[in-house]
């Protein structure tokens, strides 16, 4: 798993690492990414193998990650970019079109630091990465209760598909009361300011729950948070998202 998430933004632009296996996307993304001042690219991967082989030599902010690739896709690159110790700065923001779920649960159980439509617009993109980089969760609500309601329906016993475990939820036991209030706000996929702002609290101290919160539970991030709190049912997917 990755380590504890950053205070802040770092100096300097934000590197990134686009993964994709169309060259003609991985242009695309290029070309908005580098015409901002503060973000450049550093490398470009046409297959997830190449994604984690390009993030242990460049240590890039972000990395654009495909979920549909040769070699190793997505999900497989996320999680050994996530397991990785040396790569703990390293963030994984998923790349995903609606027709995905399948695939975008299992980058987010497997350590990513959210998702992002590829026909999202330029300035969104532009703001994604710099969100990723400072410490955020990138989360559609729209989408992520669908993705999540479908992965909870899929991890239960007996169910056709997936089939995966849930999320360890014993540390919830040891949250305060403040700390679920942070974490039923990060799961509504608030941002460390809007938290801070509704609870009245200020983002160091938002921060510092987060951090309280993945130390108890065992986890990489705050979107492993979000997946958390679905499935221990403190949030119904299209009720309290």
Do not use: C, W
């Not at 242009?27 to 990414?33: A, S």
């Not at 040891?174 to 460390?192: I, K, Q, W």
């Not at 702002?197 to 987060?210: F, Q, R, Y």
């Amino acid at each position: 798993m990755s380590g504890p998430e950053p205070d802040g933004p770092e100096p300097g632009p934000v590197r990134v690492v686009v993964a994709d296996d169309q060259a003609t996307i991985r242009l695309g993304l290029r070309m908005i990414l580098d015409d901002e001042p503060d973000v450049t690219v550093v490398g470009e991967a046409g297959d997830g193998a190449t994604a984690v082989a390009m993030a242990a030599a460049l240590r890039p902010d972000v990395v654009l990650m495909d979920v549909r690739m040769p070699r190793l896709d997505g999900i497989g690159a996320t999680a050994r970019i996530a397991e990785d110790p040396d790569l703990a700065g390293v963030r994984v923001l998923v790349l995903t079109t609606f027709d995905d779920d399948e695939y975008v649960y299992g980058a987010l159980r497997a350590g990513a630091a959210g998702f992002l439509l590829k026909d999202a617009d330029p300035q969104t993109l532009v703001d994604a990465v710099h969100r990723v980089r400072a410490g955020d969760s990138l989360l559609d609500p729209a989408v992520t209760g669908r993705i999540i309601a479908t992965y909870v329906e899929l991890a239960r016993p007996g169910a056709s598909g997936a089939g995966a475990s849930p999320l360890p939820a014993d540390g919830l036991g040891a949250a305060t009361p403040r700390e679920r209030e942070v974490l039923l706000a990060v799961a509504r996929g608030l941002s460390n300011r809007e938290i801070g702002a509704e609870l009245h609290l200020t983002e160091a101290t938002v921060k510092s729950h987060v951090r309280s919160l993945l130390t108890k539970v065992g986890l990489a991030n705050r979107v492993q948070l979000v997946v958390l709190a679905y499935e221990a049912g403190l949030v119904r997917p299209g009720r309290d998202a």
